[in-house]
């Protein structure tokens, strides 16, 4: 095994990764305390703080930005193709609603994967007991809205808008592409305006927790349930407007192919004939 070439690899990337941290550290040194209460506001239990909670809710933070981020990653290989489609169909059409939509609606299918299989594997007695419904929903709901108001209506700064001209790049969130040197430049997100969409996502969940809990054990049952063939019900319709719009673009790469060839084989043909 040539461990030198992973030496090599890892002394490469440590500075690059410490001088991004470093300098988000310093842009982000009035946003990072705010986010800490914010994460604290979800570690409450019986009305009192708990600090494993609190460990627990960093713990969600890490699984839900390394699971969005890879998600991202491999939506853009074309091994996920047609699966994955959508992705391209919105990097390709960015301000027109249909995009919108569909975004939202992959988004939706990300997260609550995660959701869907902690309550798919109860019914199997697994119990995915460190993964948090509400965090999740706080996460998604903070990602959904930053990608489209901040970023696609308030242009607030270039970072996403670099990942649509380069796909593998600025792939989100931040934190995990300085950890995996896919950052698209020097450009350092100042996340102030986070700040809005992480309370609003923050009342939001407050609202939603107190009226779950009233629900009687029926109720929610129900809800379970309905969550999980909502679930599959999105997942297959976005399936199918995945393969409808990759063959949408196939059928018009095969023309634009063909046209060329036919211009090709009619240039030669021009090309003979002045010849004799
Ligand atoms: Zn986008
Ligand atoms: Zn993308």
Excluded at 63 to 68: D, G, H, L, Q, R
Excluded at 99 to 111: A, G, H, P, V
Excluded at 120 to 144: G, K, M, P, R, S
Excluded at 215 to 223: G, S
Aim: aromatic fraction near 22%; charge should be neutral; hydrophobic fraction near 45%.
């Amino acid at each position: 095994m040539n461990f030198n070439k992973y030496i090599k690899i890892i002394q490469n990337w440590y500075p690059i990764m410490y001088s991004n941290v470093f300098k988000s550290f310093n842009i982000n040194l009035y946003s990072i305390p705010i986010f800490i209460i914010c994460l604290m506001c979800m570690s409450f239990n019986n009305g009192e703080f708990s600090f494993f909670k609190y460990c627990l809710i960093i713990f969600n933070l890490i699984i839900c930005t390394c699971f969005s981020y890879f998600y991202h990653y491999f939506s853009h290989m074309e091994i996920s193709y047609p699966l994955t489609y959508g992705y391209m169909y919105h990097h390709k059409n960015s301000q027109n609603i249909v995009s919108i939509i569909l975004e939202t609606i992959y988004e939706i299918q990300l997260f609550f994967l995660l959701i869907f299989l902690k309550i798919l594997l109860q019914e199997y007695n697994i119990d995915l007991w460190f993964l948090d419904n509400w965090y999740i929903f706080l996460f998604y709901f903070v990602y959904t809205s930053l990608h489209q108001i901040n970023y696609s209506i308030f242009h607030v700064n270039t970072i996403h808008e670099k990942h649509h001209k380069n796909y593998f790049t600025n792939l989100g969130p931040e934190t995990a592409d300085m950890f995996f040197c896919t950052k698209a430049d020097d450009e350092i997100e100042d996340m102030r305006h986070f700040i809005p969409n992480v309370i609003i996502g923050l009342i939001i969940i407050y609202f939603l927790k107190k009226y779950w809990i009233k629900l009687d054990d029926n109720v929610q049952l129900n809800c379970k349930y309905g969550f999980i063939y909502g679930f599959a019900g999105l997942t297959i319709l976005s399936l199918f407007i995945n393969i409808f719009l990759c063959n949408e673009d196939l059928q018009e790469y095969l023309k634009n192919d063909l046209n060329s060839f036919c211009n090709k084989r009619e240039n030669i043909k021009e090309i003979i004939k002045k010849k004799n």
